[in-house]
């Protein structure tokens, strides 16, 4: 299995620009997590979902903020309309029952 | 919730010596207590981890003890070398919650030659 996989792994964009950022879990993994790490708030749990359903999602900021997961190998994180102050590294990670596993990491840039 | 806190937030050593980080946590249902190792500008990637039903864990040069009944639990790294420094993250599961995965604040770690 190649990981979690992330896309892409750096976005610039410009404020009020929609951006999607995209993840496939390790197949067989039940749980997805979408993470943001900041130097100020270091690693933040936005949302998780278990078998494709949306557990959590209090860690989402704001409802510019949005998540999907529409099958067991794919899911979107949006930022409609994103700001300077999103500007970060998001992770997405999976994990089957106990180790999580992460992707690269998107890093964004909101200009 | 479960509330994860991590501490120091940095920690400076001088290679050979050891370095200890502590982690406190508040869900008493939490049974599995991972540490994760992110150098800079890569993902965090799992060193070592511990189940409830053991106090003590180790893998070479890093250890994991665990006390349930304080809630806490602690990384420790002996005779640290330079590729050691990186920031490193305790995490608890919150079974309760479907298996939602509490980091701690994380810990940066510099070994100085």
């Known amino acids: 299995d190649a990981g979690v996989i992330q896309s892409p792994r750096h976005e610039v964009t410009e404020m009020g620009q929609e951006v999607t950022l995209r993840c496939k879990p390790i197949?067989?993994?039940?749980?997805l997590f979408w993470y943001r790490q900041t130097m100020m708030r270091g690693l933040e749990l936005l949302i998780y979902f278990n078998n494709n359903v949306p557990i959590d999602d209090s860690g989402m900021p704001e409802d510019r903020f949005s998540a999907k997961m529409p099958n067991a190998s794919f899911s979107t994180l949006k930022i409609q309309p994103s700001e300077p102050r999103d500007s970060a590294v998001y992770f997405c990670?999976?994990?089957?029952?106990?180790?999580?596993?992460f992707g690269q990491g998107t890093r964004l840039t909101v200009v | 919730g479960e509330n994860v806190e991590q501490h120091p937030s940095t920690l400076s050593v001088q290679e050979g010596d050891s370095a200890v980080i502590k982690c406190t946590y508040s869900?008493?249902?939490?049974?599995?207590f991972p540490w994760y190792k992110q150098e800079l500008g890569k993902r965090p990637q799992l060193i070592i981890d511990?189940?409830?039903?053991?106090g003590e864990k180790k893998d070479q040069r890093i250890a994991v003890t665990l006390n349930k009944t304080a809630k806490h639990f602690s990384l420790h790294i002996t005779e640290t070398q330079p590729e050691d420094s990186a920031v490193y993250f305790c995490?608890?599961?919150?079974?309760?919650?479907?298996?939602?995965?509490?980091f701690g604040g994380g810990t940066r770690v510099l070994v100085k030659p």
């Open positions: 511990i189940r409830s039903n053991v």
């Open positions: 197949s067989g993994h039940n749980s």
């Open positions: 990670a999976s994990r089957m029952n106990t180790e999580a596993f």
């Open positions: 995490a608890a599961p919150q079974w309760a919650a479907g298996n939602k995965l509490t």
């Open positions: 869900d008493s249902a939490s049974n599995y």
